[in-house]
C-alpha cells in the first residue's frame, strides 16, 4: 500500500460539485492499494499514520500527532500511486489492485485510522473527484509498505 501524507490546514473532496468529505487540520491522505496487499499491511500503515508526529510543538519542532492536536483525515483512494512510468509517456497501472481487492482495504485503512479515535472523512472510491488543500508547510511524505517492510521481521 501507499500512502501520500499531506498536513494540511484544511482539505475536502468535492464530487459533481457536491462536497462529500470536508476536514480541517489534519492529514489529507492519499491512499493506493496494489495487488497483494493485505488488512495487516492496512493496519500498519494506519498505525504509521495517526501516530506520525509531524506537527508543531511550543517549541517549534515537529514533535506533535493527529491525537496531539485533535487532527482530522480525509481518505481519498488514489490508484495513480501505482502508475509505472519506465516505458513510454503513457502510464500503466497494472500495479494497482483491481477494486474488488482495493475497496475493502480502502475501507479496512478508514476503519483502522477511527479505531485510533480519529475523525475521519473520506471520498468515493472510483469516482471522479475534485480534492481541495491547504498543505502546511508544506508537509508531503510518501509511505509505502514494501519499502517500510524491509528489515522488518
Request: hydrophobic fraction near 40%; charged fraction near 25%; proline fraction near 3%.
Amino acid at each position: 500500500m501507499r500512502a501520500l501524507v499531506q498536513r494540511v490546514t484544511s482539505a475536502s473532496v468535492s464530487i459533481e460539485g457536491e462536497t462529500v468529505g470536508k476536514i480541517g487540520q489534519g492529514f489529507l491522505i492519499l491512499l493506493g492499494v496494489k495487488e497483494g496487499d493485505t488488512p495487516e499491511l492496512s493496519d500498519y500503515l494506519a498505525e504509521k499514520c495517526a501516530g506520525l508526529r509531524v506537527f508543531t510543538d511550543e517549541q517549534g519542532k515537529m514533535n506533535l500527532s493527529l491525537a496531539d492536536i485533535g487532527g482530522e483525515v480525509l481518505v481519498v483512494s488514489q490508484f495513480t500511486l501505482y502508475a509505472d512510468c519506465r516505458k513510454g509517456k503513457r502510464p500503466s497501472f497494472i500495479g494497482a489492485a483491481r477494486p474488488e481487492t482495493a475497496v475493502p482495504l480502502y475501507e479496512h485503512f478508514k476503519a483502522a485510522l477511527q479505531d485510533r479515535g480519529l475523525k475521519v472523512e473520506c471520498g468515493r472510491f472510483g469516482a471522479d473527484m475534485q480534492v481541495a488543500l491547504v498543505n502546511d508547510g508544506p508537509v508531503t511524505i510518501m509511505m509505502d509498505t514494501d519499502e517500510m517492510r524491509v528489515g522488518r521481521v
